[in-house]
């Protein structure tokens, strides 16, 4: 018992220097506007470590304009020089179109900016929050795309009800790294208009998307 206990303690203290370590980053936040207050208070955590320039539905005049179009003005205007970018998952993020384009430019090199690494966040609002997985069909249909396979190029997580710092600088570091692994998937045909329909059930994957996804281990 006294091995297991002092392996324990070096695991943990291992970690914990792994996370002291952790460089800042800069990051992109995407986020539907009924979670304001949410990613205010993840701001706020995070303080330091953040660039908030997030697309509003009134930032952008998208009447006339072709998507690709805008989604290298996200890329290049909004994003800019963030390396990753955070999906803050609310009950109805899934059926924003601007998320959708967000994830889409924050995935694409372009001749300004290289990609950014991409992690999903799960909010205490949602209603699956205590669950140990969630339906692919209320994520973020771009985000699933690359939260699939043995070295998946995002990974998901669950916002704590007393977040940490640190934790989730880690979690930001770590999806720095990813950026260099995996190639991301985007090849997903992009939003029109944002998406109906209710939280309870979501948009509706094909065959080949797991009918859930578990949450990233966080111990």
Aim: glycine share 6%; aromatic share 6%.
């Amino acid at each position: 018992m006294a091995i297991e206990r002092t392996s324990n303690n070096r695991n943990q203290t291992s970690r914990a220097r792994r996370r002291q370590r952790a460089p800042r980053h800069k990051i992109f936040v995407s986020f539907h506007d009924a979670n304001m207050e949410e990613k205010d208070r993840f701001l706020n955590l995070i303080d330091g470590h953040a660039v908030d320039k997030s697309v509003h539905d009134d930032d952008i005049d998208d009447t006339n304009s072709r998507v690709a179009r805008v989604r290298q003005r996200i890329r290049d205007d909004f994003i800019a020089d963030a390396t990753v970018t955070v999906v803050l998952i609310g009950t109805n993020t899934w059926q924003r179109k601007h998320v959708d384009w967000e994830i889409g430019a924050s995935v694409s090199k372009t001749e300004n900016n290289d990609r950014c690494g991409l992690l999903g966040i799960l909010l205490p609002s949602h209603p699956n929050h205590n669950a140990r997985s969630i339906r692919s069909s209320l994520l973020p249909p771009r985000l699933v795309d690359n939260l699939q396979g043995e070295d998946p190029y995002a990974k998901l997580y669950k916002l704590p009800d007393n977040p940490s710092a640190l934790q989730l600088r880690q979690w930001i570091h770590d999806a720095y790294l990813r950026r260099r692994g995996h190639p991301p998937n985007n090849s997903r045909l992009p939003f029109g208009n944002n998406r109906s329909g209710g939280w309870a059930t979501g948009w509706q994957p094909s065959n080949r998307i797991p009918e859930r996804i578990y949450f990233a281990e966080t111990g």
